[in-house]
């Protein structure tokens, strides 16, 4: 049984279901007073059923009803929830005709029912609930379209995510993958000692990085403030407090533009461990990514065909844009940043060159230069256009410029860069991560050296908490979403965001 997703149709079922609902209201039942004990989830359930011992096993579960096969006086239906989909088996001569009436009238794909019964396996080798009996526990007052196709506005997939979910087995798995991937990084660093701390979403000063923030007010206080566009600069107190090694799984906000890689609300993983630097978060993060490969995505390899053919576990996956496979089992490339650039413009002097011959020099490789543009920027259009995208295999990108970040400490035997990396996989930056400036006086310089539209107010409180002594330190963020499109081959942002920024709907 499937319902046709149309405007009419859809109207006419919704009068229906409502028709129904009045008659098991005006008979004393009301589906939404109701509710059942679950004992297991689906698949945790046919887990239970061993070869050969049919009605051994009885469970109690509950979902969505999403298929039905009526047969006569027995009907084959499943139901899906959290874990997957059950089949269930309804006879008749156990519900009794009254009941098995009520089955087949009353019910409709989309309601949500809770079954006990008896696990068995079909002619088919189908483990299923024979079940005893059922309960509605919610009625669909709306149908659901029958499958990816009934969702035709590509706005609705994300609008309605409910419906996504329910109709989409892709997006379940991608999406219970991120909570996956999640759950995984907070027990990788609780392992090594990290604590996980929460800090302030409200700021009186949008540091750690270089966007433009939403403005707020508190009433109470009287007081502006900002959504913080970043982590960093209060997980350093932290340090200064004396919790060595910290980590927060939080919320960022960017008044900024949207695009495939870039939301306004945004999740990041920052890390901090004192008497480490960005060597150190080198080793951390590859260490992470990959444990996460290995233990969450769990990539697998088919060598041979038919009856010779032979699986095994792997650590390549397939970069979803150009279809290259990423290894992340094979050496990861370290190339510092200026050599990238030398080798893209084929220019050993790029970096003593004047800004109109940067300028110049841009315009040849078919780039748009602004000549307002600071040297750094000119350069950095090169890497983000020309470079990054093309960095497919995992690469620590070393050794900035100095003017990409105030907050690292600078390069002894090069005061143009700073110690950090950028790692990037799939044309992509996963992870930046620094050896955290520690000194209070040269931060304070890095702070008011900066210029330009993206200049950052100073936090002067950070300032007096680095005069307190801060230790030495490698510090990293990595963007949790960005990450989630990485491991889950999605080709959007919106894709792993359950419930992505969008214009009000009409």
């Avoid at 403005?215 to 009287?222: C, F, G, I, K, R």
Wanted: proline fraction near 4%.
């Amino acid at each position: 049984m499937s319902e046709t997703p149309s405007t009419d149709i859809s109207h006419d079922q919704h009068a229906v279901r409502r028709n129904k609902l009045a008659e098991m209201r005006a008979a004393g039942f009301d589906p939404f007073r109701a509710n059942v004990a679950t004992t297991h989830f689906s698949q945790d359930a046919k887990a239970l059923y061993v070869e050969g011992q049919d009605n051994a096993v009885t469970v109690t579960v509950a979902g969505r009803l999403v298929t039905f096969r009526v047969q006569g006086g027995s009907s084959f239906v499943k139901v899906q929830d959290q874990q997957g989909v059950i089949q269930l088996y309804f006879r008749k001569d156990v519900l009794g005709e009254e009941r098995y009436l009520f089955f087949k009238k009353g019910l409709d794909l989309g309601d949500i029912i809770g079954v006990t019964g008896t696990l068995f396996m079909t002619k088919t080798g189908e483990i299923t609930v024979r079940v005893d009996s059922f309960t509605l526990v919610s009625k669909a007052l709306r149908p659901l379209p029958d499958n990816w196709s009934g969702l035709t506005d590509s706005e609705q997939i994300y609008r309605q995510r409910y419906l996504d979910l329910i109709v989409n087995q892709e997006s379940r798995t991608r999406l219970m993958t991120r909570s996956k991937i999640v759950s995984q990084i907070r027990r990788f660093l609780e392992d090594r000692q990290f604590l996980e701390v929460e800090t302030p979403v409200l700021q009186a000063v949008a540091g750690g990085a270089a966007a433009r923030p939403f403005q707020t007010h508190h009433n109470t206080l009287n007081t502006d403030f900002v959504l913080r566009i970043s982590l960093e600069l209060y997980l350093k107190r932290m340090l200064v407090g004396g919790y060595d090694r910290v980590f927060e799984i939080g919320r960022n906000f960017r008044n900024e533009g949207v695009s495939r890689r870039h939301n306004p609300e945004f999740t990041m993983l920052e890390v901090y461990q004192a008497y480490s630097d960005y060597r150190g978060m080198m080793t951390l993060v590859q260490d992470l990514l990959l444990h996460l490969v290995r233990d969450v995505v769990k990539p697998v390899e088919t060598e041979g065909e038919g009856e010779n053919a032979v699986t095994r576990p792997s650590m390549r996956i397939k970069h979803a844009a150009s279809g290259e496979w990423i290894d992340f089992a094979a050496g990861w490339r370290e190339v510092k940043y200026k050599d990238l650039i030398i080798e893209k413009t084929g220019d050993a002097d790029w970096f003593s060159r004047s800004k109109d011959e940067k300028v110049a020099g841009l315009q040849k490789l078919g780039l748009y230069a602004d000549p307002k543009w600071e040297d750094f920027e000119l350069t950095n259009e090169i890497f983000g256009k020309l470079i990054e995208p093309k960095l497919i295999q995992p690469t620590f990108v070393t050794h900035l410029p100095k003017e990409l970040c105030p907050l690292a400490k600078i390069t002894e035997n090069d005061p143009s860069t700073i110690d950090v990396f950028e790692l990037i996989i799939g044309g992509m930056e996963i992870a930046p991560a620094y050896s955290e400036q520690n000194d209070p006086d040269v931060q304070r310089a890095m702070f008011e050296a900066q210029a330009g539209e993206e200049q950052q107010k100073i936090d002067h409180d950070f300032l007096l908490a680095l005069e307190h002594g801060m230790p030495p330190a490698g510090g990293m963020g990595i963007g949790i979403d960005r990450l989630c499109i990485l491991l889950t081959g999605a080709e959007s942002i919106r894709d792993v965001i359950l419930y992505p920024q969008l214009r009000p709907g009409s």
